[in-house]
């Protein structure tokens, strides 16, 4: 644990609160305090700047109510406020397709479902040490 | 039938008959010619021979006539001489009886000879001496030459200076007595008129005198040669006659007569063309009668000829002109002997001729209008068959229904010459005859439903009915509703009338789908040949609107069929993601508590939730095949090939295996050639099938080896993988690739998944070949080919 990590603000948008439990829990573990859920992206933008100043890690899942995690990368992608925030797609759809149109989104990591639990913390470390991470799954 | 079609050709144009004037044949010449040269040379030949034999005849009796004449002549010329000198003796014996040799002899002489006028000169010579003893009238000259009478022995004639003398003498006792008679009178004996016109006689001397009525001459001086034969012979003394050339010169017949007692030739000559022309006046005769007898004889031939050639002339001139095809020539003689016998023939040969001929233009005329006939029909054959071959064409090069009877409406419409063609189609059930594609002369389109009520009811198109109920053609003639089915009374009036028309059941086998309606303008239409033609299209039509609707059924299984595809793909994908989402709950939260970070387990609990865990894991494994599987099946699963190292590749993908075989008794061993090339392909796609094979020979491999082989060979690399596992029978073998089974897992050791079948796509897809050699109970070989150039490169096919 060479970083510390308890001052780290993630924000995970996912619509499916059993999976942002499960991720809750996996970054508790690597001694993240500041964890918000969000389940839509639109919701994100709405988030008050007092509750979280500052966001340093988005887990973006990709299918999404009312917009999906493009849409949502690329108007947090337009927003000052986001301008530093390391954002992951965290996604079960692998299909080929998606799968390149992850790549040309510019999303800093691409995190299948089901995640490996024991990769996870090792995956999320890297990409804030800002290498670009693609698993597969 | 092109035979036909080229007799007709002929038969349309028939030789014309053109007769040409007959200029000239070359037969008047011919026949006129050679009857005229054979009359003449028959006539005109013997009559010169004869003309000349006579002529030669003449000739020779003249000759011999004349010679005779002059031997006579001669023969009379020496009597007659004889007979003169005789009389001059005589007269010289008078005078010397009256001699009385006084003392004046010499006027005695000259009176004894005035007694004879005959005489010039009296010489008196002695006989014993021979001098001349007197003379009378002599001068001195002369007088030399009588100096020697008495010596010698001359002939009666002698030459006196240059004057011819004849000599006569009388002896007596010693005297001799010697009487000159001069030229004058010697003259008188030569000439005598009674030799004919131009006859001469000459008497010659010895010394070759020649003493003729032109004068003296002497022939030769040496008196030895002579130019003339007659005058040679004479000196020789000869008596004879004969044809020679005279010593001036001129072909002569002459009488030679030598008196030796005289010592004087008579030589009696007529000069042969004097003799002969009285020979050449015959002659002139002879030759003016022989031309006038050929002449005569010409004329007449040349009237013989004309009147025997004339009509064969006639008749071979008529004859050409009837070769040339002019068959109406008669001739015009009227004769009763064989020539009229042959032109009454030659007419009657010609009227018959004339009657076969025109037969025969009958005939020909005939056939030339089957010929026409027959053409014609070939031209609908032709027609007829351009149009089956074009609805053939049609219908295999146009799928749309609609658009193929159109086009075969269209077709039939314009190759015929039909006044209305349409196409009535049945739905399903029978029940309606629809009226598809219809097209009439004007190129209008009517289209509509016409129904088939009770299948014979139907008005005006009952015909249709009945097509359709026992599927045998019609046709219909004397139409009582002309004219379609529909327009206005005015279009109806401007169009030509129907006045037959055929229905055609349009079948497959016996199956009727509809039939194809006719309508004709002509009243010929539609009869037997046509029938079959018309059947034929319909057959055609039938097959190809079967054709087009068995292509549009297929055409619309196989859009359902990617449809289906499509939505199977989407199901699957959001099926893939629908589990994915609940799974990922459970592989976290179960590796999150057996990872104990929620505290410690127990035995059991550890057990059961490596169960949960596990299973979830296979769970994930399955979603993942099934995804790609589908995926590979529709075509849309990518593949990135480039150049590839196999070696690295398998070496890679053999750690994962042994970390796979970890824990069992099985050795992996590879056998990959150390000069192996570069392979295009997918790399990651590769190593997936060679996992999956590995895989598999390690789940059925309890205790033993796996090898993997790498083999080049003709552009294509081999893999393979061998197990000394269980094997498989024959039927499991056959299967194992070939269905989309999950692999059979042996009793929940191994997970199992769609490995072997994603191989064989994925192989497939690579462009190569997967199988499997197997011996139940000593194990299995699976390998897979992959091309080894790019697709398209020369050489590694």
């Known amino acids: 644990m060479a970083r510390d990590l308890r001052n780290l603000r993630v924000l995970i948008v996912e619509d499916n609160v059993r999976n942002y439990a499960l991720l809750a829990r996996l970054l508790s573990f690597m001694g993240v305090k500041q964890t918000e859920w969000k389940r839509s992206g639109w919701h994100v933008l709405e988030f008050a700047r007092e509750a979280m100043p500052q966001v340093d890690l988005i887990l973006l899942d990709i299918h999404l109510p009312e917009e999906d995690g493009y849409e949502v990368l690329t108007r947090l992608r337009k927003d000052e406020r986001f301008q530093g925030t390391k954002i992951v797609a965290v996604t079960a759809d692998i299909t080929g397709q998606n799968l390149t149109r992850a790549q040309t989104a510019g999303f800093d990591g691409f995190l299948a479902k089901p995640i490996d639990v024991d990769l996870f913390p090792d995956q999320i470390r890297r990409i804030l040490d800002g290498e670009v991470v693609w698993d597969l799954g | 039938m092109a035979q036909q079609a080229v007799e007709s050709s002929s038969a349309n144009n028939p030789p014309q008959i053109t007769p040409h004037p007959v200029h000239s044949l070359g037969m008047r010449g011919g026949l006129g010619k050679t009857l005229l040269v054979a009359f003449l040379l028959l006539t005109i030949v013997?009559?010169?021979?004869?003309?000349?034999?006579?002529?030669?005849?003449?000739?020779?009796?003249?000759?011999?006539?004349?010679?005779?004449?002059?031997?006579?002549m001669?023969?009379?010329?020496?009597?007659?001489?004889?007979?003169?000198?005789?009389?001059?003796?005589?007269?010289?014996?008078?005078?010397?009886?009256?001699?009385?040799?006084?003392?004046?002899?010499?006027?005695?002489l000259e009176t004894l000879l005035g007694l004879d006028p005959a005489l010039t000169e009296l010489v008196l010579v002695d006989g014993k001496t021979g001098a001349v003893l007197a003379r009378s009238g002599i001068s001195g000259q002369e007088s030399r030459v009588f100096e020697s009478l008495g010596t010698a022995?001359?002939?009666?004639?002698?030459?006196?200076?240059?004057?011819?003398?004849?000599?006569?003498?009388?002896?007596?006792?010693?005297?001799?007595?010697?009487?000159?008679?001069?030229?004058?009178?010697?003259?008188?004996?030569?000439?005598?008129?009674?030799?004919?016109?131009?006859?001469?006689?000459?008497?010659?001397?010895?010394?070759?005198?020649?003493?003729?009525?032109?004068?003296?001459?002497?022939?030769?001086?040496?008196?030895?040669?002579?130019?003339?034969?007659?005058?040679?012979?004479?000196?020789?003394?000869?008596?004879?006659?004969?044809?020679?050339?005279?010593?001036?010169?001129?072909?002569?017949?002459?009488?030679?007569?030598?008196?030796?007692?005289?010592?004087?030739?008579?030589?009696?000559?007529?000069?042969?063309?004097?003799?002969?022309?009285?020979?050449?006046?015959?002659?002139?005769?002879?030759?003016?009668?022989?031309?006038?007898?050929?002449?005569?004889?010409?004329?007449?031939?040349?009237?013989?000829?004309r009147r025997v050639t004339r009509p064969i002339v006639q008749l071979t001139e008529k004859a050409a002109w009837m070769a040339r095809g002019d068959l109406d020539q008669r001739v015009m003689i009227s004769r009763t002997d064989e020539i009229g016998v042959l032109a009454r023939a030659f007419n009657r040969m010609a009227a018959e001729l004339r009657v076969l001929y025109d037969n025969l233009e009958a005939k020909v005329a005939e056939r030339t209008q089957q010929l026409e006939a027959a053409n014609e029909q070939t031209q609908v054959y032709l027609i007829q068959l351009a149009t089956s071959a074009e609805v053939a064409r049609v219908a295999t090069s146009i799928r749309d229904l609609d658009v193929l009877l159109a086009t075969v409406v269209t077709l039939i419409d314009q190759s015929f010459e039909l006044l209305h063609t349409s196409i009535y189609l049945l739905n399903e059930g029978g029940e309606w005859a629809t009226v598809v594609a219809s097209r009439d002369q004007s190129g209008g389109e009517d289209s509509r439903s016409v129904p088939v009520p009770d299948r014979v009811k139907g008005e005006g198109r009952a015909v249709i009915d009945r097509v359709v109920t026992d599927g045998r053609r019609r046709v219909v003639r004397a139409v009582p509703h002309s004219n379609g089915q529909g327009g206005s009374e005015q279009e109806k009036q401007l169009q030509p009338a129907v006045v037959c028309e055929m229905a055609v059941p349009l079948k497959?086998?016996?199956?009727?789908?509809?039939?194809?309606?006719?309508?004709?303008?002509?009243?010929?239409?539609?009869?037997?040949?046509?029938?079959?033609?018309?059947?034929?299209?319909?057959?055609?039509?039938?097959?190809a609107i079967e054709n087009a609707r068995a292509y549009t059924a297929e055409r619309e299984t196989v859009e359902r069929l990617r449809e289906l595809d499509r939505i199977q793909s989407q199901f699957l994908t959001n099926m893939s993601h629908a589990l994915r989402t609940p799974l990922n709950t459970i592989i976290g939260f179960s590796r999150?508590?057996?990872?104990?970070?929620?505290?410690?387990?127990?035995?059991?609990?550890?057990?059961?939730?490596?169960?949960?865990?596990?299973?979830?894991?296979?769970?994930?494994?399955?979603?993942?095949?099934?995804?790609?599987?589908?995926?590979?099946?529709?075509?849309?699963?990518?593949?990135?090939?480039?150049?590839?190292?196999?070696?690295?590749?398998?070496?890679?993908?053999?750690?994962?295996?042994?970390?796979?075989?970890?824990?069992?008794?099985?050795?992996?061993?590879?056998?990959?050639?150390?000069?192996?090339?570069?392979?295009?392909?997918?790399?990651?796609r590769v190593r997936q099938v060679i996992l999956a094979l590995l895989t598999n020979a390690v789940k059925f491999t309890a205790d033993g080896s796996i090898y993997l082989r790498v083999a080049v060979d003709d552009g294509q690399v081999t893999i393979s993988v061998r197990d000394t596992g269980v094997g498989m029978p024959r039927e499991e073998r056959e299967r194992i690739l070939a269905d989309v089974l999950p692999d059979e897992a042996e009793s929940g050791q191994t997970r199992p998944g769609f490995g072997l079948a994603i191989s064989k796509r994925v192989v497939e897809r690579l462009g190569g070949r997967i199988w499997v050699d197997s011996v139940e109970g000593s194990g299995s070989t699976f390998s897979f080919t992959l091309p080894i150039g790019r697709p398209g490169d020369q050489g590694t096919s």
Request: proline share 3%; aromatic share 6%.
């Open chain 2, 74 to 108: 001669a023969a009379l010329k020496e009597a007659y001489l004889v007979d003169r000198i005789e009389g001059y003796e005589r007269e010289l014996t008078l005078l010397a009886s009256k001699l009385e040799e006084s003392g004046n002899l010499t006027a005695e």
């Open chain 2, 46 to 72: 013997p009559l010169s021979l004869l003309a000349f034999l006579t002529y030669n005849q003449i000739q020779q009796d003249t000759g011999r006539k004349l010679v005779a004449s002059l031997e006579a």
């Open chain 2, 153 to 305: 022995g001359q002939g009666l004639v002698m030459m006196a200076g240059d004057r011819p003398m004849l000599a006569v003498r009388h002896s007596w006792d010693d005297r001799q007595l010697v009487g000159l008679v001069g030229w004058d009178a010697l003259r008188e004996i030569i000439v005598d008129h009674d030799l004919p016109d131009g006859g001469a006689t000459s008497l010659v001397l010895e010394g070759g005198w020649v003493l003729s009525t032109e004068g003296l001459n002497l022939l030769s001086p040496g008196g030895e040669e002579a130019d003339s034969e007659g005058i040679a012979h004479l000196l020789q003394g000869e008596i004879g006659s004969g044809a020679y050339v005279n010593q001036v010169g001129v072909p002569v017949y002459g009488a030679y007569r030598w008196n030796p007692e005289l010592g004087v030739g008579i030589l009696a000559e007529e000069s042969q063309s004097r003799a002969q022309a009285a020979g050449n006046a015959l002659t002139a005769l002879i030759v003016g009668m022989t031309l006038a007898v050929a002449l005569v004889t010409s004329a007449l031939a040349a009237v013989v000829t």
């Open chain 2, 592 to 684: 999150v508590l057996l990872k104990e970070l929620d505290g410690p387990l127990n035995e059991v609990q550890r057990d059961d939730l490596d169960a949960i865990y596990d299973s979830g894991r296979q769970l994930l494994g399955l979603i993942n095949d099934m995804l790609e599987l589908s995926h590979l099946e529709l075509g849309v699963a990518p593949f990135a090939p480039s150049d590839v190292d196999l070696a690295e590749t398998i070496s890679g993908v053999m750690a994962t295996a042994r970390a796979l075989a970890r824990g069992k008794a099985v050795q992996l061993y590879e056998e990959v050639p150390s000069d192996l090339p570069a392979v295009y392909t997918d790399g990651q």
């Open chain 2, 508 to 543: 497959v086998k016996d199956r009727v789908l509809g039939v194809l309606l006719l309508q004709s303008g002509r009243v010929d239409d539609f009869y037997d040949g046509q029938q079959v033609v018309y059947q034929s299209l319909s057959d055609q039509i039938s097959i």
